[in-house]
């Protein structure tokens, strides 16, 4: 099937493709996403991180996980798919700080796992949106959001156990479910306010389409499509795979984006908007639809136009004579032109392609005598005040017909106006009329002259400014009127996104539908800079790759989250990172922009400084004879790993010695009574750099080792070892990690950094053997509490 633009203007020919909305907007899904990420940097500073996570997920069987700081960055939305029929988006939030601690429950509650969260490992939560079920909104203020209330599928990534996997995820869930109404919400961007109401999307319905040469599904090229609902309208109906929507994009030139618009709606809007200079602000159109969806009649039902206040003066002989002899007077008045109202007189509609206008304007004036004279002295300053307001009317109709044609004009195929006859003078010197005449001139004579003439004279007075208004309101409509400008701003309006246009339209086109082929925010699209989002150590470089080669760009940096002296430099797209000194944490955030001077395009990379080069998952883990236990690492050099057992003869084993992600299988099952602890070197093989990884591997020994009283100011924890709810008098160990032991009493080490400690308890008990038990504590103590307290009966202290 052809998707070149003849072949997609030819499918529009048939017949209206709307289905009943305002507008389709079709974005090439790889540039909209490429577009989102550059949003996402855009936004990226610390005032838009979401407040630390702290809590417990709930029980699940034997497990329970405690998450402590979890910080997470600023959510980002891409999508997935390319299925009209199931289109599917995901909102992904990377955890780049904070710890979470593993419990199981054997009798006791303990701690099994620890992990130490940083930007090189920290695991990534998501949650999947069905677009079916996600509407979309436009707030008052503009802003466009994705209503996530019934969103599913929370996913967190960290390398554990499926069930544990799923616990963490229930946690963030039952977090998100926890918000209210108005924080479930995903700002996608903001629509600028434009010229004309008739023309603002209300609401909006998000899908995803393959492209002509894809496979509908997961992979390949697609689209994402907007379908917009007009303020006023209703929505209209989707199309489904099965349907012969056709992928609007062409296959030809550098098009990413088509914006199709209902070109009725936009001859409203366009005759609206030539109006809308005479039209008060609380003018209202009513909408009237046919059973396809199409606009059938728009009708005002609120509005009016106004006019100002006029003053005109007169001097001169009167038309009228008293016996051949002609009064010389002035006279000024004002006049005052009642708003002529829209509601039941304004009206247009549709017959085939023809739009027909309907305006009945009756504008009633209002006169005021504010002085008169006469050379004759018979008046006084006072005698104007004998006369009434006058009211004079203009009664006046015009109807237009107009039929837009491909190129975007409104043709005005007939034009009519209905309106009086001009009205004729007396001739000068008409003698009065005899109903009103005298034997002499005097006042009252006089006074009754001039009432007439003033008949008279203000209906020819207010004549011109009456045909003016007329023509005012002719003026801007009596015409050709081009739209396709209209069309270009209102394909920029629908969907601007907070940092620049997002679609600019480059070629206009108007079958039966309009449809703008352009691209998608080519300020931020035109080129793109590689790596988007790297992790790189202190004082390390970082090349930035510009796609397509871009020359002449000026650069720059900005510290966009944490604390440092500097955000580094960059130099010709070369960046270099502050040192560890100038940082203050574990890491910082930095935007390094390249900005076009010519044209003013711009991409942006964020870059995570890191001052510890090498972290790993997990930090320490109990697990049982023959369990797997997946391991994760990760370094900013982005170099080869290389993984390693220490000791001369290991009795587990790994899956790989080389990449991120490895596995380690526990030694085989036996009925020793000794538990087995291994450590797991993972070396950067460009810094040389290490670190380790903890595997404890239970025995059989029936003891285990109680945690007892805590006490958490003195940084205290009371062990007992236990066989069969009898306590032992045990022998205590530190096998790893800092602190002593005073008989049962573990002391932490407040100087130290590291985050855990493992201690055994033994017992020897001839001739039945030795008991024997370890237990994990996470550090520092404080830090805990909340675990503390599901482990421990008795804490006492107070953290931190």
């Not at 998000?206 to 496979?215: D, F, G």
């Not at 599904?217 to 689209?223: I, L, R, T």
């Not at 005005?412 to 009103?436: C, H, K, N, V, Y």
């Not at 997002?502 to 449809?515: R, Y």
Request: hydrophobic share 40%; with cysteine.
């Amino acid at each position: 099937m052809s998707n070149s633009k003849a072949a997609i203007i030819q499918w529009m020919r048939v017949k209206h493709r709307l289905s009943g909305w305002g507008s389709i907007a079709v974005m090439d899904r790889a540039k909209l996403n490429q577009l989102l990420s550059q949003e996402y940097i855009s936004r990226f500073g610390g005032n838009g991180m979401l407040p630390p996570i702290n809590g417990d997920a709930s029980l699940v069987g034997n497990y329970k996980v405690y998450l402590q700081n979890f910080i997470l960055d600023r959510p980002r939305l891409s999508f997935e798919n390319a299925d009209l029929n199931s289109s599917k988006a995901r909102l992904r939030m990377t955890v780049i700080g904070g710890n979470q601690v593993n419990l199981e429950r054997r009798g006791d509650w303990y701690i099994y796992r620890i992990d130490w969260v940083d930007p090189l490992v920290g695991p990534q939560l998501s949650l999947e949106l069905d677009l079916n079920d996600v509407p979309g909104n436009v707030a008052e203020d503009g802003a466009v959001f994705l209503d996530l209330q019934r969103s599913d599928d929370f996913q967190l990534s960290f390398p554990d156990h499926n069930q544990i996997q799923q616990l963490s995820a229930d946690f963030f869930k039952r977090k998100f479910q926890a918000l209210e109404p108005a924080q479930r919400v995903w700002q996608l961007g903001q629509i600028i306010p434009g010229s004309e109401p008739l023309l603002e999307p209300a609401s909006f319905r998000l899908r995803t389409q393959s492209a002509p040469t894809a496979e509908v599904g997961e992979q390949g090229d697609g689209a994402v499509l907007a379908f917009v609902r007009m303020h006023g309208s209703h929505e209209g109906n989707l199309p489904g795979n099965e349907s012969d929507f056709k992928y609007l994009i062409p296959s030809e030139g550098n098009y990413s984006a088509t914006v199709l618009f209902d070109k009725q709606r936009l001859m409203v809007a366009t005759l609206l908007q030539a109006l809308r200079p005479l039209l008060s602000d609380d003018s209202v159109f009513a909408v009237t639809y046919d059973e396809q969806g199409q606009m059938e009649s728009v009708r005002a039902i609120s509005g009016h136009i106004s006019f100002e206040r006029k003053e005109f003066s007169r001097y001169g002989a009167s038309f009228f004579a008293i016996e051949g002899q002609r009064i010389n007077y002035e006279v000024h008045w004002g006049l005052t032109i009642d708003p002529i109202v829209l509601k039941d007189n304004f009206s247009i509609s549709f017959i085939g392609e023809r739009m027909e206008f309907k305006f009945v304007l009756n504008p009633v004036g209002f006169t005021e005598v504010l002085s008169l004279r006469d050379d004759l002295g018979f008046l006084d300053e006072d005698d104007f005040r004998q006369f009434d307001d006058m009211p004079v009317t203009y009664p006046s109709e015009l109807a237009a017909v107009y039929q837009m044609n491909e190129s975007g004009v409104m043709e005005l195929l007939d034009f009519s106006l209905t309106r009086p006859a001009e009205p004729q003078p007396p001739e000068e010197g008409t003698e009065i009329p005899a109903s009103l005449a005298t034997s002499a001139i005097n006042r009252d004579l006089v006074l009754k002259l001039i009432f007439l003439e003033m008949l008279i004279v203000t209906y020819l007075a207010v004549r011109d400014p009456l045909t003016s208004l007329v023509q005012l309101v002719i003026r801007p409509i009596q015409r050709n009127l081009q739209a396709d400008m209209l069309v270009e701003q209102t394909a920029r309006e629908t969907l601007r996104t907070k940092f620049g246009g997002a679609i600019i339209a480059d070629d206009v086109v108007m079958p039966k539908d309009i449809a703008c082929f352009g691209s998608i925010a080519p300020r931020l699209t035109t080129f793109e800079l590689s790596p988007l989002e790297p992790i790189i150590s202190a004082r390390a470089t970082q090349p930035l790759t510009v796609t397509p080669l871009t020359p002449g760009l000026n650069w720059c940096a900005e510290l966009v989250w944490g604390q440092s002296s500097s955000p580094g430099t960059v130099i010709d797209g070369l960046f270099q990172a502050p040192p560890v000194s100038a940082i203050d944490g574990d890491f910082i955030r930095v935007k390094v922009t390249a900005t076009d001077p010519q044209t003013g395009f711009a991409a942006s990379a964020l870059i995570t400084v890191v001052t510890n080069v090498l972290s790993v998952s997990p930090l320490v883990e109990l697990c049982d004879a023959e369990d797997r236990v997946p391991l994760s690492a990760a370094g900013a050099s982005g170099a080869d790993l290389e993984w390693r057992i220490l000791g001369d003869t290991p009795e587990g084993r790994l899956a790989s010695t080389t990449a991120s992600h490895n596995t380690y299988f526990a030694r085989p099952d036996s009925s020793t009574s000794e538990h087995l602890i291994e450590r797991i070197e993972v070396c950067d093989k460009e810094t040389g750099q290490t670190r380790q990884i903890c595997i404890v591997t239970r025995s059989r020994s029936g003891a285990s080792v109680v945690l007892q009283a805590m006490d958490l100011a003195k940084g205290t924890a009371q062990l007992q070892l236990q066989l069969n709810a009898s306590d032992l008098e045990a022998d205590w160990t530190v096998l790893a990690g800092p602190g002593r032991m005073e008989q049962n009493l573990y002391h932490a080490d407040p100087a130290s950094a590291e985050r855990f400690a493992i201690v055994e308890g033994r017992f020897e008990f001839p001739p039945f053997g030795v008991f024997t038990n370890v237990i994990v504590l996470a550090l520092p103590l404080f830090d805990h509490d909340q675990a503390y307290r599901t482990l421990c009966a008795e804490v006492t202290g107070v953290a931190g």
